[in-house]
């Protein structure tokens, strides 16, 4: 089903863009702050400082710590915590569940919400409900996450008190959190479905259904639906990509403990090693999400399937 | 599509000249300057005598805030719009007249820029730049974000260049700068113009969270997002201060959407 030269193309790109990130990171990060001084913490006497520069090996050139610090991922070594001395990349893998939740969740409210709303609005143009509903949807775009997720937090945690706002314990702090997310993303994919949906009943191959005597049920299950979702894969992926590296405000209003919140800590405290894990984490779920769509992608639609086979 | 205009774009006309007015006179429509202190008249709610849309913990006015704050965003958003939009298009249209491996590049870039994430490159370019101005943010969110349209560009600048009236000029001797002028530009403009006012929406959204989460804007400015962040501690005794900035944000987004919308409904 994959051609062997379509992987070993994404697998190239893949290391490239994950040694890019990587070394951008490195850079950008040692030209904004000195870890020195971090690790030394407030209050340490210049000599001090200088020991731990000579310690770490912060007084070597920047483009031989660069190297050093590329072999050492290179082996996995992620290096410790500055703050807790704990190390990186442990850090960042126990953080990163609490931050899959939210996103599993997420997808599976928003498929459940949208694949259905999407395709009723798409069969027709008309009729007050649809207009209603699609109003709805306009305003509803309007709202940033971070925004929606203050909204819900000042209505149902602070004034009528159903709901915890914030932290990872039971059901209870799941709810605002996934609403949330839900409802910024919801929108753009139910307009998305609506669209293919739409486009899918003007096609040839639904006239030529019809004319064939089938039934409008089995054309809308048949020819429709299938058609529909097939376009909305790419959406659906891009939107899992984002939530695995975007939460990043969402997870800090709720002090959700996952990778997007670790990220925020972690850039404001200086804690170089684990920004660096955090962002190898993401850059490895980006990719992994990415070939998951395209995975499915191939699997639904015969005529990518063709194509990959014709170009290998 | 009827050629009249709808409600929607009217509405979206009335929130644009606003913004002019405010780009314009800043906070002085309001009456208050926004940084004035009042410490007899804290947390009035809105309607409160001289301060419509009522004050903050500092007895400041959130209406004369609010007005601030807006010059601060849609000012940040529209540059950064600028920006994003012409290396964005440059590059795109490089990448599209002249090139393999431009276009190959153009692809790992915009791998990259979906896997590494803005915050990061946020903080440390604004902290590269050495103050947390006005210039630092804006010029990060154009950095950050112009990927968007140099995709955008590149994939229907490729399907132009294989257009046989755009060949037969490449051909007949057409100089560079005629053929972009007359054949490449203006087939760009109705995507183009669509995609500058849904990515001006989202910047007003990507530099409001940054000042939520306090990076950016100065420390105390009154911007959307910092209004935000300290309404967040007086969510019960004085909603308006989350409240205003909130919906404040969402009309300008809903406006430029519906703009759009229109525009994608006129080239249609």
Redesign the interface.
């Given at each position: 089903m994959f051609s062997s030269s379509r992987m070993l193309g994404g697998l190239r790109?893949f290391a490239?863009?994950l040694i890019?990130?990587m070394t951008?990171?490195f850079f950008?990060?040692r030209?904004?702050?000195d870890p020195a001084l971090v690790i030394a913490g407030e209050g340490a006497s210049p000599a001090q400082i200088e020991a731990i520069r000579v310690e770490y090996g912060f007084d070597r050139s920047l483009i031989v710590q660069y190297g050093q610090t590329m072999l050492r991922l290179l082996q996995g070594d992620f290096g410790k915590s500055l703050t807790d001395g704990s190390p990186a990349l442990g850090k960042v893998l126990a953080s990163l569940p609490a931050t899959l939740f939210l996103a599993a969740m997420a997808l599976s409210l928003n498929l459940l919400i949208s694949l259905p709303l999407g395709a009723w609005l798409g069969q027709k143009r008309t009729g007050a409900a649809r207009r209603a509903v699609r109003g709805v949807l306009?305003?509803m775009?309007?709202?940033?996450g971070?925004?929606i997720a203050?909204?819900l937090?000042?209505l149902f945690a602070?004034?009528l008190e159903w709901l915890p706002s914030i932290g990872y314990g039971g059901p209870a702090t799941w709810v605002l959190p996934v609403i949330s997310v839900v409802s910024f993303l919801a929108p753009k994919l139910i307009r998305v479905v609506e669209a293919n949906t739409h486009a899918a009943l003007a096609a040839d191959f639904v006239r030529t259904a019809r004319s064939t005597g089938a039934s409008e049920n089995q054309v809308l299950w048949r020819h429709v639906l299938p058609n529909a979702l097939l376009g909305a894969v790419a959406l659906i992926g891009a939107e899992l990509?984002f939530m695995l590296?975007?939460l990043?405000?969402i997870e800090?209003i709720f002090a959700w403990p996952g990778i997007g919140w670790l990220?925020?800590q972690s850039?404001?405290n200086l804690d170089f090693p684990v920004?660096q894990a955090?962002?190898f984490v993401?850059?490895v779920s980006?990719?992994l999400s990415?070939a998951v769509t395209e995975a499915v992608q191939a699997l639904l639609d015969p005529r990518i399937r063709s194509r990959a086979r014709a170009a290998s | 599509m009827s050629r009249s205009l709808s409600p929607a774009i009217v509405g979206a006309g009335v929130v644009g000249l606003f913004c002019l007015a405010v780009m314009i006179f800043g906070d002085t429509l309001s009456g208050h300057d926004h940084r004035a202190i009042d410490l007899s008249m804290r947390l009035a709610a809105p309607l409160a005598p001289g301060h419509l849309l009522g004050t903050d913990e500092l007895g400041r006015d959130v209406l004369a805030r609010l007005l601030n704050g807006m010059r601060w965003s849609v000012g940040s958003a529209l540059c950064a719009t600028l920006i994003a939009f012409c290396i964005g298009t440059t590059f795109g249209l490089a990448a599209a007249h002249k090139g393999a491996w431009l276009g190959g590049a153009l692809k790992l870039l915009t791998t990259f820029t979906q896997s590494f994430p803005s915050f990061v490159m946020a903080v440390t370019v604004i902290a590269l730049l050495g103050d947390s101005g006005f210039w630092a943010v804006t010029l990060t969110l154009g950095l950050v974000t112009w990927p968007v349209f140099s995709r955008v560009v590149y994939a229907e600048a490729s399907s132009l260049f294989q257009r046989e009236y755009v060949q037969a000029a490449e051909m007949t001797g057409m100089s560079v700068a005629r053929l972009y002028a007359h054949h490449v530009l203006p087939a760009l403009v109705p995507t183009l113009s669509v995609l500058v006012v849904f990515h001006f929406a989202e910047m007003i959204v990507a530099e409001s969270a940054l000042s939520f989460l306090g990076i950016g804007a100065p420390l105390g400015a009154a911007t959307w997002g910092a209004m935000l962040s300290e309404g967040r501690a007086f969510m019960l005794q004085a909603p308006w201060l989350t409240l205003g900035p909130a919906f404040a944000m969402v009309i300008i987004i809903v406006a430029a959407h519906s703009v759009g919308q229109h525009l994608r409904n006129l080239t249609r």
């Amino acid at each position: 089903m994959f051609s062997s030269s379509r992987m070993l193309g994404g697998l190239r790109d893949f290391a490239f863009v994950l040694i890019a990130a990587m070394t951008v990171l490195f850079f950008l990060l040692r030209l904004t702050g000195d870890p020195a001084l971090v690790i030394a913490g407030e209050g340490a006497s210049p000599a001090q400082i200088e020991a731990i520069r000579v310690e770490y090996g912060f007084d070597r050139s920047l483009i031989v710590q660069y190297g050093q610090t590329m072999l050492r991922l290179l082996q996995g070594d992620f290096g410790k915590s500055l703050t807790d001395g704990s190390p990186a990349l442990g850090k960042v893998l126990a953080s990163l569940p609490a931050t899959l939740f939210l996103a599993a969740m997420a997808l599976s409210l928003n498929l459940l919400i949208s694949l259905p709303l999407g395709a009723w609005l798409g069969q027709k143009r008309t009729g007050a409900a649809r207009r209603a509903v699609r109003g709805v949807l306009t305003v509803m775009q309007g709202f940033p996450g971070f925004v929606i997720a203050l909204l819900l937090i000042n209505l149902f945690a602070a004034g009528l008190e159903w709901l915890p706002s914030i932290g990872y314990g039971g059901p209870a702090t799941w709810v605002l959190p996934v609403i949330s997310v839900v409802s910024f993303l919801a929108p753009k994919l139910i307009r998305v479905v609506e669209a293919n949906t739409h486009a899918a009943l003007a096609a040839d191959f639904v006239r030529t259904a019809r004319s064939t005597g089938a039934s409008e049920n089995q054309v809308l299950w048949r020819h429709v639906l299938p058609n529909a979702l097939l376009g909305a894969v790419a959406l659906i992926g891009a939107e899992l990509a984002f939530m695995l590296t975007g939460l990043v405000v969402i997870e800090t209003i709720f002090a959700w403990p996952g990778i997007g919140w670790l990220l925020v800590q972690s850039t404001l405290n200086l804690d170089f090693p684990v920004v660096q894990a955090v962002v190898f984490v993401m850059v490895v779920s980006v990719f992994l999400s990415n070939a998951v769509t395209e995975a499915v992608q191939a699997l639904l639609d015969p005529r990518i399937r063709s194509r990959a086979r014709a170009a290998s | 599509m009827s050629r009249s205009l709808s409600p929607a774009i009217v509405g979206a006309g009335v929130v644009g000249l606003f913004c002019l007015a405010v780009m314009i006179f800043g906070d002085t429509l309001s009456g208050h300057d926004h940084r004035a202190i009042d410490l007899s008249m804290r947390l009035a709610a809105p309607l409160a005598p001289g301060h419509l849309l009522g004050t903050d913990e500092l007895g400041r006015d959130v209406l004369a805030r609010l007005l601030n704050g807006m010059r601060w965003s849609v000012g940040s958003a529209l540059c950064a719009t600028l920006i994003a939009f012409c290396i964005g298009t440059t590059f795109g249209l490089a990448a599209a007249h002249k090139g393999a491996w431009l276009g190959g590049a153009l692809k790992l870039l915009t791998t990259f820029t979906q896997s590494f994430p803005s915050f990061v490159m946020a903080v440390t370019v604004i902290a590269l730049l050495g103050d947390s101005g006005f210039w630092a943010v804006t010029l990060t969110l154009g950095l950050v974000t112009w990927p968007v349209f140099s995709r955008v560009v590149y994939a229907e600048a490729s399907s132009l260049f294989q257009r046989e009236y755009v060949q037969a000029a490449e051909m007949t001797g057409m100089s560079v700068a005629r053929l972009y002028a007359h054949h490449v530009l203006p087939a760009l403009v109705p995507t183009l113009s669509v995609l500058v006012v849904f990515h001006f929406a989202e910047m007003i959204v990507a530099e409001s969270a940054l000042s939520f989460l306090g990076i950016g804007a100065p420390l105390g400015a009154a911007t959307w997002g910092a209004m935000l962040s300290e309404g967040r501690a007086f969510m019960l005794q004085a909603p308006w201060l989350t409240l205003g900035p909130a919906f404040a944000m969402v009309i300008i987004i809903v406006a430029a959407h519906s703009v759009g919308q229109h525009l994608r409904n006129l080239t249609r």
